[in-house]
C-alpha cells in the first residue's frame, strides 16, 4: 500500500525515508484548533485508507447540501460558498491598453511574491463576431472586426493579490508582469524548427485548457485551431487546404497555415516570452497534466478533444525540457503505449517524410501505429496519492454516448514511462450520478476531485440533457464514505460553462472562468444571457474567485509521486 500524507509540511514517496525529525509530532505546524481538527480528520482519511477506522469513516457527514439541477440566468451556489469576479472581459490591465481577452479558459496561479500575491494565467478560448467584433448577422465582415476578434484570444498574464479585510482577490493595475498573448503575437518554435518555411507562427489561438511545469514555466493548450484559418489535408503527401469556410473565417483576411497552430505553447510567465513545442505532436489538445519520473524527466498526458479521437503520452529525453522526447498514443483495447517514432515504426516510414511531418500531422500517425478513437478525450489529470490518471470522455451522441465518462488509467507497476496500462470507467455520465459530458478537472492535496461538464447551449434543455439543467461545479470525493458520489457545488449562467478550475496555494480560493454566457444569442437586440450585470446588458465571460468552505479548504498538489 502506497501512502501519501498529503496535509503535512512534508510528503511521503516510494523510495524515500523520513527523518526521525520529519516523523515526530513537534514538526507538524498547526496554528489553530480548527487546523487541529483538520489534521484529526484527515489522519482519518489516512487510516481508512489503511483498511482501518470504518467506525470513523461511517460517522461522516457529507461535505456540503448538493445543489439541485436548475437553469437560469445567474451562478448559483450551494450553502457555504461565496464568489467574487477577479477578471472579466474588456477589463484594463495597464495604461498601454492591454485589454483581458474573451472566453477565459484554463487559469494557473503562479506565487511569485507569495501565496496571495502572484500572476495569473488565464487562456481565452474563442472569440464571437458579433459580441466581440459588433458584427450584425447578414452584414459582410471587414478586416477591422476580424483584428479585434484576434485581439480577444490567445491568454492574459495578470498580477492578482488578495485582500483579507476585503476578502478577496483583484488585479494590480499596470504591473509591469501584466501583458496579453493574442492570436498576432510572433511566437518561434521550439528548436530553431521551421514549419512550411518559417520559423514562427503568427498568434496563439483556440487556447482551452494547459499546464505547469516542475521548472515553473506555463503550457497553454490550442485546441479547435480549425476554427480560425481552416485545416490543411494530406492525401497520399500532397497538401491542400479544405475548401469550407472555418468557423469564423479569418482566412478570408489572413493567409496563416493552418499547419502553425495546434501545438502546446510554452510560456516563461515573468517575461511572457513563448514557444510552440512540435515534440508534444499537433491536435486539438485540451490540455496537458505533466508529472516526474524517479530520474527527474517530465511525462505528459494530454487529450486531442474530437469525436474519434486519441490519448497520447510524451516521455522527455532529459530532465528540464519538453522539447525533446519521444510521443505515444494509447491503444485502450489493449493497454499499450504505442511509439510515434518514426524510427521505431516502418508504417510511419511509409507514410510520413520525417518525424516533424509525423508530429504535424500526428492524427493520421496515430491512427497507423493502432491508437484507439475514444470519445472526445478532454481534461485529464493525475491523482497525487495513486498517481492514476483520469480522463474525461465528454460524449459521443452519434455512438450513443450522450453523457459521457471518466476513464481512469493505472500505469503498469505505477511507473509513468510504462509501456502497458490498464483502464476502467471510474465514473459514467448520467442521471444515476447526476451529470453529462465531463470536462475539466482539478484535484487537491488529499486526492479529492473537482470537475465542470460541457453542454452546448443546442443541449442545454433538450431531451437528453434536461435533467441537469445548466452546466455546474461538482466534488467527487475519490476516498472516504461518499467516494464516487458527486455534489453539485455550483451552477453556471444561460448558456455558460464553467472552465479552468485551479486552486490557489492555501486551498481557500478556486480560481473559476465564466465561459461564454449567452452564446445563443442571435444579436444584440436578442441576448440569452445579461451575466454578470444583469438588466439588459451585454453578457461578459469572467474569471471568478470561489472562496470555499473551511472543510473543503485543501491546497493543491505540492507534487505529483514521483514514479
Known amino acids: 500500500m502506497f501512502l501519501w500524507f498529503v496535509d503535512l509540511p512534508f510528503c511521503l514517496d516510494r523510495g524515500e525515508r523520513l527523518s526521525r525529525k520529519e516523523e515526530s509530532l513537534e514538526s507538524i505546524e498547526l496554528s489553530s484548533r480548527r487546523e487541529f481538527l483538520q489534521f484529526l480528520g484527515r489522519g482519518a482519511l489516512a487510516l481508512s485508507l489503511m483498511g482501518g477506522g470504518e467506525a470513523l469513516a461511517a460517522k461522516e457527514t457529507p461535505p456540503f447540501a448538493s445543489l439541485a439541477p436548475s437553469a437560469g440566468d445567474q451562478l448559483r451556489l450551494a450553502d457555504g460558498f461565496q464568489s467574487h469576479i477577479i477578471l472579466r472581459w474588456k477589463q484594463a490591465l495597464n495604461r498601454k491598453g492591454d485589454l483581458f481577452g474573451f472566453n477565459n479558459d484554463f487559469t494557473c496561479f503562479l506565487p511569485i511574491w507569495g501565496d496571495h500575491d502572484g500572476l495569473l494565467w488565464v487562456n481565452h478560448e474563442s472569440t464571437s463576431p458579433i459580441f466581440v467584433g459588433g458584427w450584425a448577422p447578414g452584414q459582410p465582415r471587414t478586416r477591422a472586426q476580424v483584428e479585434l476578434e484576434q485581439a480577444s484570444v490567445g491568454g492574459t498574464l495578470a498580477r492578482i493579490r488578495f485582500d483579507a479585510k476585503a476578502g478577496r482577490w483583484s488585479l494590480v493595475f499596470d504591473d509591469p508582469h501584466n501583458r496579453r498573448l493574442d ?42 485551431y480549425d476554427d480560425f484559418y481552416r485545416e490543411a489535408i494530406y492525401t497520399k503527401g500532397a497538401r491542400q487546404i479544405r475548401q469550407r469556410p472555418s468557423k469564423f473565417g479569418w482566412e478570408a483576411f489572413f493567409d496563416h497555415p493552418p499547419e502553425h497552430y495546434g501545438w502546446v505553447v510554452e510560456i516563461e510567465p515573468k517575461t511572457g516570452k513563448a514557444q510552440k513545442l512540435l515534440s508534444l505532436g499537433r491536435f486539438a489538445h485540451e490540455g496537458v497534466a505533466v508529472v516526474t519520473t524517479k530520474d527527474g524527466r517530465c511525462v505528459a498526458y494530454m487529450g486531442d478533444d474530437d469525436h474519434d479521437r486519441c490519448i497520447y503520452k510524451f516521455v522527455a529525453s532529459r530532465p528540464g525540457t519538453l522539447a525533446e522526447g519521444e510521443l505515444f498514443v494509447a491503444d485502450v483495447e489493449k493497454g499499450r503505449w504505442c511509439s510515434l517514432s518514426i524510427q521505431k515504426q516502418p508504417i510511419l516510414q511509409k507514410h510520413f517524410r520525417d518525424q516533424e511531418d509525423v508530429m504535424i500531422r500526428c492524427r493520421e500517425a496515430a491512427l497507423w501505429v493502432g491508437g484507439t478513437k475514444m470519445h472526445r478525450p478532454e481534461d485529464i489529470e493525475v491523482d497525487p496519492i495513486s ?3 483520469y480522463i474525461c470522455l465528454t460524449s459521443h451522441p452519434k455512438k450513443g454516448d450522450f453523457f459521457g465518462s471518466i476513464l ?54 433538450s431531451k437528453h440533457y434536461k435533467p441537469f439543467g445548466n452546466n455546474a461545479l461538482y466534488y467527487i470525493p475519490l476516498r472516504g464514505a461518499y467516494a464516487g458520489q458527486t455534489f453539485r457545488a455550483a451552477t453556471a449562467p444561460n448558456d455558460a460553462e464553467f472552465t479552468g478550475p485551479s486552486l490557489s496555494p492555501d486551498g481557500k480560493t478556486m480560481f473559476l472562468s465564466v465561459q461564454h454566457p449567452g452564446e445563443g ?43
Open 183 to 224: 492570436a498576432r503575437t510572433k511566437i518561434p518554435f521550439a528548436g530553431g524548427k521551421k514549419i512550411l518555411g518559417s520559423s514562427y507562427a503568427v498568434g496563439t489561438l483556440a487556447n482551452c485548457s494547459g499546464g505547469r511545469t516542475p521548472w515553473g514555466t506555463l503550457l497553454t493548450c490550442e485546441e479547435n
Open 387 to 389: 498517481g492514476d490518471i
Open 521 to 563: 444569442s442571435e444579436d444584440l437586440q436578442h441576448l440569452t444571457s445579461h451575466w454578470p450585470d444583469g438588466g439588459k446588458a451585454i453578457p461578459a465571460p469572467a474569471v471568478v474567485g470561489l472562496t470555499l468552505p473551511a472543510s473543503l479548504a485543501v491546497p493543491p498538489p505540492r507534487r505529483y509521486p514521483s514514479k
Open 408 to 461: 481512469k488509467i493505472s500505469e503498469e507497476k505505477a511507473d509513468f514511462t510504462a509501456a502497458n496500462f490498464s483502464h476502467a470507467t471510474y465514473l459514467a455520465g448520467g442521471t444515476k450520478h447526476g451529470f453529462a459530458c465531463p470536462d475539466n478537472l482539478v484535484f487537491n492535496r488529499e486526492g479529492q476531485l473537482w470537475m465542470t461538464n460541457d453542454m452546448s447551449p443546442l443541449m442545454l434543455g
